[in-house]
Nanobody
Framework: QVQLVESGGGLVQAGGSLRLSCAAS????????MGWFRQAPGKEREFVAA????????YYADSVKGRFTISRYNTKNTAYLQMNSLKPEDTAVYYC????????????????WGQGTQGTVSS
């Protein structure tokens, strides 16, 4: 399994942007589907975005479609989540995760998780 470490969280005003990074250890990063999930206080963890191993397919939650972009650079063992036009309701801890499924957005299919990074959007 890969080990994942997120970074890039912070405090931003509504309408602003954040770019989250997920650095993976191990030489098999390119074989994993990568996903981003988030959990707001008092809420269940929810799917945000996912990208296939080849970056040929991407998936987004309806709530972030058109505002967030997931990408990956297999040569750098890193996945990213570019978040634009942020809203206060985007405030959450954001988690990076890796799955051996070819294409999935189900959290139960993700076997490696990072520790999370806080993203806070002020109104």
């Amino acid at each position: 399994q890969v080990q994942l470490v997120e970074s890039g969280g912070g405090l931003v005003q509504a309408g602003g942007s954040l770019r989250l990074s997920c650095a993976a250890s191990g030489r098999t990063f390119s074989t994993y589907t990568m996903g981003w999930f988030r959990q707001a206080p008092g809420k269940e963890r929810e799917f945000v975005a996912a990208i296939s191993w080849s970056a040929g397919a991407t998936y987004y939650a309806d709530s972030v479609k058109g505002r967030f972009t997931i990408s990956r650079y297999n040569t750098k063992n890193t996945a990213y989540l570019q978040m634009n036009s942020l809203k206060p309701e985007d405030t959450a801890v954001y988690y990076c995760a890796a799955s051996q499924h070819l294409a999935t957005i189900d959290a139960r299919d993700f076997i490696s998780w990072g520790q999370g990074t806080q993203g806070t959007v002020s109104s």
